[in-house]
């Protein structure tokens, strides 16, 4: 009888413990909703890190990235594993200059055509700047649906969704055409002052 008991004991035990687990899984915030996005539009600084996976019809790479947004600029950069081969992408406007890390640093004022001959594949840098946050570029039209929307050509989904005090922000991003696939996960948010993981 004993050994019934403390069998039993264990077996509850174990339940809880798997349940207790189960209910601290980081399960999505909450679906897409450009509506509560909206107040995004306002910030003057925001930085996240990340993981990009990017695959055309010919080439494919990933890379670590840390993306830095001011009023006046964006600082990009991506890094393979333990920091090799980074590339430091700065946007001004219609201004870009990328340095490699090799003491040659090269600017064009068309920054989209000029980013996809240095990385190989054609990514529409200008309107990531609000993508990634959820939105569209304001100056072009879009068209919304269930999760996310189709801008310029390109299809942008925001699959998980997070949250920084009680602020959506994505986690988990498509943005795709008929030659390139984006695919982004951010890790950590730090929206003004807030910070999160």
């Known amino acids: 009888m004993l050994k019934f008991k403390a069998a039993l004991l264990v077996s509850v ?3 809880l413990l798997l349940s207790a687990c189960a209910s601290f899984r980081k399960e999505p915030v909450e679906s897409y909703s450009r509506a509560s996005l909206l107040p995004l539009y306002k910030l003057t600084q925001w930085t996240f890190d990340g993981r990009l996976a990017v695959t055309g019809r010919k080439d494919s790479w990933t890379a670590n990235i840390d993306w830095e947004h001011h009023v006046d600029k ?19 406007d219609n ?18 055509i000029f980013i996809g001959q240095q990385v190989g594949i054609t990514v529409p840098v200008q309107s990531l700047r609000y993508w ?19 801008q310029s050509g390109w299809q942008v989904e925001y699959n998980i969704m997070q949250s920084i005090k009680n602020q959506p922000v994505p986690r988990k991003v498509t943005v795709k055409n ?9 890790d950590q948010w730090v929206l003004n002052d807030s910070n999160t993981k």
């Open 13 to 15: 035990g174990a339940i």
């Open 74 to 92: 964006d600082l990009i950069r991506l890094s393979g594993p333990l920091g090799q081969g980074a590339t430091v992408i700065i946007l001004m």
């Open 95 to 112: 201004f870009v200059t990328i340095d490699r890390g090799n003491g040659e640093v090269q600017s064009s004022s068309q920054p989209d």
């Open 132 to 150: 990634v946050v959820g939105l569209p570029e304001p100056t072009h039209v879009f068209d919304e649906n269930d999760s996310g929307f189709k």
């Open 178 to 186: 008929e030659q390139v696939k984006l695919k982004l996960i951010i």
